[in-house]
């Protein structure tokens, strides 16, 4: 008879950071007991603990070798361990849950919901004049290229920049003439334009970048200079030279320092492959007149690209990538920058748009800030069924974004402090918004919430006395919808203290020691007495007890009553995240 495969192996995170390995066949009551006081000796002090790894479907013994591998790994292999379970758990379904995270909480990222009216017709979004990423210009101009027909969209190109303006970002007015084309002097050797990109110079007046197709068949990013964003004259030289490689979708933003980020698709691979297209930046400290080398700054297929500017500097990239054995692009991703010099990104989980493979295509993702300051409107092309001319839709982000509290831990015993919420798309109503924490049923209102930016916010809990653990956050926007974060706020309990008094014990005075503990928490305390050699003396207390301050005394005898001898003895308490060991000294 084959032994029963009921066992699972798991980790958990303590209070303090450090990882406990154990098995079990219910992890969940585990768990629970753990953070009772009922676990293992190691988990009671460092309590409350969360669960971050549980592998499931193995017999006693393979949970037992298992749990011994893993108890056997350092610190930092631990982690290893945890980061390569990430990676694989997808080839691995059903085979363990996985919990853990390496940072903070799962992060919310912005959701943007399709809007139903086409903005322009025939055409492809570039640009927005002067969008600073905080603030658009008003009313806003729209730069575009007329869109052509596309087997492959993604390859659109034109003869002319065209704009048209808009004072609530939905309804389009076409401007007439046309910005910059092939006939824009000074002359530039172009066929065609395939993007262009703008920002204001600071001594007014915009600076565009744009890129071609030359007359010989060469890839090149040029500029131009306009007093009003509509009368262009080309600077000399090129931006960027890709030569016979592709190079193309220019993207800019400014950033805090004051500096350029250039960003645009580029063929890694040496020619015009649509799947070996990946985004590179390059940065400019004289507002784009000179750009530094260039470098790949995103490693994934990028058709185009768009970027936006967050209020707190960081720049998100959304980019155009197929799925599955399409060719043509069917979802809009995107990136969030490390940091606010733009040059280090990681890729976000989910799609931002998406469109069924086989039923169209997207292209040329550009990000605004909508007209209300806090949201972002996306335009994009669309090409319905691969064969239309592409048309520009749109999609605007609606519910709000939080990401974490700070601090993220609180000792219960601390009383109501104000928390941090950052995250994105937090209205200006401050009023009307609200925040809130809850955890098994038990909400907590956030009372003074007061908005910094549409990035911070901040909120006070009353939290003296709630149950120990993770709780959600959830923040409402205006408009009443709602995002929830789970795990936000981890509610803990303070370490407690102890003290002696007396600790020089003659007890032939009747004097005793004192042993006061003070602890946050119910749980199994104990006080034992041990002479210098680590032999037990006697035990003062073994038990479950309250939180509270409480005493012990010691009056210098041992278990069966009598005074012990001169010497150094040592009172060692441990309690919930208390482990103490002091010496006493005996004079008989």
């Given at each position: 008879m084959k032994p029963p495969k009921e066992w699972s192996v798991y980790l958990v995170r303590c209070a303090?950071?450090?990882?406990?390995?154990?098995?079990?066949?219910?992890?969940?009551?585990?768990?629970?007991?753990?953070?009772?006081?009922?676990?293992?000796?190691?988990?009671?002090?460092?309590?409350?603990?969360?669960?971050?790894?549980?592998?499931?479907?193995?017999?006693?013994?393979?949970?037992?070798?298992?749990e011994a591998r893993i108890k056997s790994l350092e610190r930092a292999e631990k982690l290893a361990f945890l980061r390569k379970a990430v990676k694989t758990l997808s080839r691995a379904a059903g085979a363990f849950a996985l919990l853990w995270t390496l940072a903070a909480p799962a992060r919310a990222i912005p959701v943007f919901n399709k809007e139903n009216t086409i903005m322009l017709s025939s055409a492809v979004p570039q640009a927005f004049t002067g969008d600073t990423g905080i603030a658009a210009y008003a009313p806003l101009r729209m730069y575009y290229l007329p869109a052509i027909s596309s087997g492959a969209p993604q390859a659109s190109?034109?003869?002319?920049?065209?704009?048209?303006?808009?004072?609530d970002g939905e309804t389009w007015v076409q401007e007439a003439g046309v910005r910059v084309d092939t006939n824009t002097v000074p002359s530039v050797s172009a066929s065609s334009i395939t993007g262009c990109a703008l920002q204001p110079l600071t001594g007014g007046g915009f600076r565009m970048l744009y890129s071609i197709v030359s007359t010989t068949g060469a890839f090149r990013i040029h500029s131009a200079t306009s007093a009003d964003g509509l009368s262009w004259a080309n600077e000399a030289g090129a931006a960027v030279d890709g030569a016979a490689n592709y190079v193309g979708v220019p993207r800019l933003v400014v950033l805090n320092s004051g500096d350029w980020r250039l960003y645009y698709t580029r063929d890694f691979n040496g020619g015009d492959d649509?799947?070996?297209?990946?985004?590179?930046?390059?940065?400019?400290?004289?507002?784009?007149?000179?750009?530094?080398?260039?470098?790949?700054v995103l490693s994934t297929t990028a058709y185009e690209s768009g970027a936006a500017k967050l209020t707190d500097g960081r720049i998100r990239l959304f980019y155009t990538q197929p799925q599955s054995a399409s060719s043509s692009a069917t979802v809009i991703l995107s990136?969030?920058?490390?940091?606010?010099?733009?040059?280090?990104?990681?890729?976000?989980?989910?799609?931002?748009?998406?469109t069924p493979v086989g039923t169209g295509a997207l292209a040329f993702p550009v990000p605004v800030r909508s007209t209300d300051s806090f949201r972002w409107r996306l335009y994009y092309s669309y090409y319905e069924a691969f064969n239309s001319t592409g048309d520009i839709h749109s999609a605007l982000t609606g519910a709000p974004?939080?990401?974490?509290?700070?601090?993220?831990?609180?000792?219960?015993?601390?009383?109501?402090?104000?928390l941090t919420i950052t995250g994105e798309i937090f209205s200006p109503f401050a009023l009307l918004s609200a925040a809130s924490i809850s955890r098994a049923g038990v909400t907590i209102a956030g009372t003074g919430v007061s908005r910094t930016d549409d990035q911070h916010m901040t909120a006070t809990f009353a939290t003296m006395g709630q149950a120990l653990g993770t709780w959600d956050l959830t923040v409402t926007n205006s408009d009443g919808v709602a995002t929830t974060v789970v795990g936000a706020l981890t509610l803990d309990f303070a370490p407690g203290s102890v003290a002696l008094t007396d600790n020089l014990l003659r007890p032939r005075n009747g004097t005793?020691?004192?042993?006061?503990?003070?602890?946050?928490?119910?749980?199994?305390?104990?006080?034992?007495?041990?002479?210098?050699?680590?032999?037990?003396?006697?035990?003062?207390?073994?038990?479950?007890?309250?939180?509270?301050?409480?005493?012990?005394?010691?009056?210098?005898?041992?278990?069966?009553?009598?005074?012990?001898?001169?010497?150094?003895?040592?009172?060692?308490?441990?309690?919930?995240?208390?482990?103490?060991?002091?010496k006493i000294i005996v004079i008989r």
């Amino acid at each position: 008879m084959k032994p029963p495969k009921e066992w699972s192996v798991y980790l958990v995170r303590c209070a303090d950071e450090s990882l406990y390995t154990g098995i079990a066949k219910d992890v969940a009551a585990r768990i629970s007991a753990h953070n009772s006081g009922k676990g293992a000796a190691y988990t009671r002090s460092r309590r409350p603990v969360s669960l971050v790894y549980h592998k499931k479907g193995m017999t006693r013994s393979a949970a037992l070798i298992e749990e011994a591998r893993i108890k056997s790994l350092e610190r930092a292999e631990k982690l290893a361990f945890l980061r390569k379970a990430v990676k694989t758990l997808s080839r691995a379904a059903g085979a363990f849950a996985l919990l853990w995270t390496l940072a903070a909480p799962a992060r919310a990222i912005p959701v943007f919901n399709k809007e139903n009216t086409i903005m322009l017709s025939s055409a492809v979004p570039q640009a927005f004049t002067g969008d600073t990423g905080i603030a658009a210009y008003a009313p806003l101009r729209m730069y575009y290229l007329p869109a052509i027909s596309s087997g492959a969209p993604q390859a659109s190109s034109g003869t002319a920049i065209l704009s048209a303006t808009s004072v609530d970002g939905e309804t389009w007015v076409q401007e007439a003439g046309v910005r910059v084309d092939t006939n824009t002097v000074p002359s530039v050797s172009a066929s065609s334009i395939t993007g262009c990109a703008l920002q204001p110079l600071t001594g007014g007046g915009f600076r565009m970048l744009y890129s071609i197709v030359s007359t010989t068949g060469a890839f090149r990013i040029h500029s131009a200079t306009s007093a009003d964003g509509l009368s262009w004259a080309n600077e000399a030289g090129a931006a960027v030279d890709g030569a016979a490689n592709y190079v193309g979708v220019p993207r800019l933003v400014v950033l805090n320092s004051g500096d350029w980020r250039l960003y645009y698709t580029r063929d890694f691979n040496g020619g015009d492959d649509l799947p070996d297209r990946q985004i590179f930046t390059a940065r400019s400290t004289d507002q784009g007149a000179t750009w530094g080398a260039s470098s790949v700054v995103l490693s994934t297929t990028a058709y185009e690209s768009g970027a936006a500017k967050l209020t707190d500097g960081r720049i998100r990239l959304f980019y155009t990538q197929p799925q599955s054995a399409s060719s043509s692009a069917t979802v809009i991703l995107s990136a969030l920058s490390s940091d606010a010099l733009g040059s280090s990104f990681s890729m976000e989980t989910g799609v931002r748009i998406s469109t069924p493979v086989g039923t169209g295509a997207l292209a040329f993702p550009v990000p605004v800030r909508s007209t209300d300051s806090f949201r972002w409107r996306l335009y994009y092309s669309y090409y319905e069924a691969f064969n239309s001319t592409g048309d520009i839709h749109s999609a605007l982000t609606g519910a709000p974004a939080p990401v974490s509290l700070s601090p993220s831990t609180l000792y219960r015993s601390a009383g109501s402090l104000p928390l941090t919420i950052t995250g994105e798309i937090f209205s200006p109503f401050a009023l009307l918004s609200a925040a809130s924490i809850s955890r098994a049923g038990v909400t907590i209102a956030g009372t003074g919430v007061s908005r910094t930016d549409d990035q911070h916010m901040t909120a006070t809990f009353a939290t003296m006395g709630q149950a120990l653990g993770t709780w959600d956050l959830t923040v409402t926007n205006s408009d009443g919808v709602a995002t929830t974060v789970v795990g936000a706020l981890t509610l803990d309990f303070a370490p407690g203290s102890v003290a002696l008094t007396d600790n020089l014990l003659r007890p032939r005075n009747g004097t005793p020691t004192i042993i006061d503990l003070t602890t946050f928490n119910s749980g199994h305390v104990s006080v034992r007495v041990y002479d210098a050699d680590g032999r037990p003396i006697r035990t003062l207390f073994d038990d479950e007890h309250a939180e509270g301050s409480f005493g012990f005394t010691w009056d210098g005898r041992n278990a069966a009553g009598a005074v012990v001898p001169s010497g150094l003895y040592f009172v060692a308490v441990n309690a919930p995240k208390i482990a103490v060991k002091s010496k006493i000294i005996v004079i008989r």
